[in-house]
């Protein structure tokens, strides 16, 4: 054999060792959809149910306000209900900020999947720098000192997220996949993993908590409403159905919104659980270039529940639409 043809044979394996094939793009980009989709449910998840709990109070608050003699009083009421619509806001983004590192984590292996992901993430590359080193190094701050499991370095505050992106924008996005994407899925997995673990592990309690309560609070806070209304007619020597038919809608509504919280609740759920047992199983197909057909069951079984969340959550205007006819 010449030695001509041996280097050139020594060439092709260096190069078949090193290139990323489109199963492990296939897979990775797999990955990376189903962290992006999930990442933004439980934000919407808590949303939904305070927002639910708030438009309750604002009904019982509406009924105290046009019951009191006394415009102090009345001003006392609108006070508290706005300082506690802001504690709200700010508990919701405190809750849900660790979702936001396994986003911007979706949004970086995105960006290393495809030439349409890549010219999106230079776009906004600047700022999603300064939001991914705000969240993990608060994270590190909080989270990590509580398990000792995570340093900066281990998020990916420093070192190869520093490296992947010097290269964006300067590199072809061939040899970014070469060189970055099985380090980047390698490195995402386990704080990605362990903020999964948290959402079983602490939100979903809450969340399962607060939804149960929900119908029990719904329904005091109106009738608390109700009967104020009640009384102020009564005083004025009106009839009150008519301030019953007009209002009885809205609780009808916030029952609705009640059921697709739970839909999400349930879908969500589920998603998230199959993704805790799929992480392992991702890595084995990227790792050895395992084809879309021959996917393992965990991811088969993830995608199918993944799919399902999203149906759901892009059929709640659909859903809406259907209730209002009926009244």
Known sequence: MSKVLIFCLMVALSFSCTVIKPNQVNIAENYATVLKGVSAVPENMYFRLYSLKAQSEQAQLSGLVSTTGAANEAIQYLDESFKNRIAFLNLVDSITEAYNIVRDYADLLLALVNESYLSRFIA?????????????SKYFLTAGKVSNSFTPVSVGASGLIGNILQEIGTTKIKSLQKKYLQQAIASST???KVICQNFIDLDLPRLKADYVAMPSFLRENYKDFLGNINAYE???GNNPYSYYRNYIPVYNYMQFQ????????????KCMKDLLL??????FCFDHDVSRSNLPEAISIL??????????ISNFETIHNKYYKMF
Request: charged content about 20%.
């Open 278 to 283: 799929s992480f392992d199983a991702f890595l």
């Open 303 to 312: 995608n199918d529940s993944y799919s399902s969340l999203q149906l759901v």
């Open 124 to 136: 906004q590359k600047s700022s999603w720098q300064l939001s991914f080193e705000k969240l993990t």
């Open 258 to 269: 009640y059921y697709e919280a739970g839909l999400l609740l349930t879908r969500m759920e």
């Open 190 to 192: 386990p704080i990605v």
């Open 234 to 236: 009564k005083a004025s």
